[in-house]
């Protein structure tokens, strides 16, 4: 076992206990996956026997199969960003816990990256599980035709979309509220964007397509509404977001006084 390995294991047992004992955490991924579960029933079997186009559906453009039930996304997309905010601004709230971690861990990067790493585990958990059973649930109450449990190769990619479009924001709020010091401005910031801002103001502005949560959409929206760019530059665009927040954020925590 290296030495690096051997510091990292307490660290990340602390940092771990820290995150999976938290009211918020528990709280924030059951509303995520079991409240969207039932939506996403609700949605799909009031669908059955009514024609694609009929106004009283959730969209009265029809859907092609392989993005029904990803419209389900944006509910556990609020929660996860929620789930981030309060991870990165939890320890700054009463001045002393920051500082006991970092007395008890005096490697600030170390720190700050094992913080992301666990954020970006558990919110990709939570997205799989949330639109996987959502897609189930989707295909099955829908009568769609694709079998729920096999799904398609395309749905598959989707799914992997969506989920690394949950995680990437999630550190995007995550490093505001690093360099923030708070839960509150990530909040502000992030969730505007996540309920919908986003997406219309790509609709109207060809720039907007590249605003973080516009630019992840594009990794499971269809891209025949001339709304999203093509998937791989959504994905890149995304991650260069996430990137260069992170290592700002990671810089400040670093480098400045508690």
């Known amino acids: 076992m290296s030495g690096l390995l051997r510091s990292a294991l307490p660290l990340a047992r602390s940092e771990s206990v820290k995150l999976f004992t938290a009211r918020a955490t528990g709280s924030l991924a059951a509303v995520a996956i ?82 992301a790493l666990l954020l970006a585990i558990t919110v990709a958990v939570i997205a799989f599980l949330t639109m996987w059973g959502t897609l189930v649930i989707t295909h099955a109450a829908g009568d769609t035709g694709i079998d729920p449990w096999a799904l398609n190769p395309a749905i598959w990619a989707h799914l992997g979309g969506v989920t690394i479009a949950w995680t990437l924001t999630a550190l995007i709020a995550f490093a505001i509220g690093v360099l923030g010091r708070t839960a509150i401005l990530p909040l502000i910031l992030v969730v505007p964007l996540v309920i919908g801002i986003g997406d219309f103001l790509a609709g109207l502005w060809g720039g ?23 998937p791989l530059a959504g994905g890149l665009i995304h991650t260069a977001w996430a990137v260069v927040l992170l290592t700002a954020a990671a810089v400040a925590f670093v480098r400045r006084d508690l």
Request: aromatic content about 12%.
């Open 208 to 230: 907007a397509k590249y605003l973080p949560t516009a630019a992840g959409a594009a990794l499971f929206s269809d891209p025949a509404s001339g709304i999203y760019l093509d």
């Open 34 to 115: 079991l409240g969207t579960w039932p939506m996403a029933w609700t949605n799909a079997a009031s669908a059955v026997g009514v024609a694609p186009d009929d106004p009283r559906l959730f969209s009265s453009e029809p859907v092609p199969l392989e993005y029904q039930g990803f419209e389900m996304a944006g509910i556990g997309y609020v929660l996860v960003v929620a789930l981030a905010a309060v991870w990165a601004g939890s320890e700054y709230g009463g001045g002393t816990q920051i500082r006991t971690t970092l007395l008890s861990t005096p490697h600030r990067l170390r720190v700050f990256l094992m913080k």
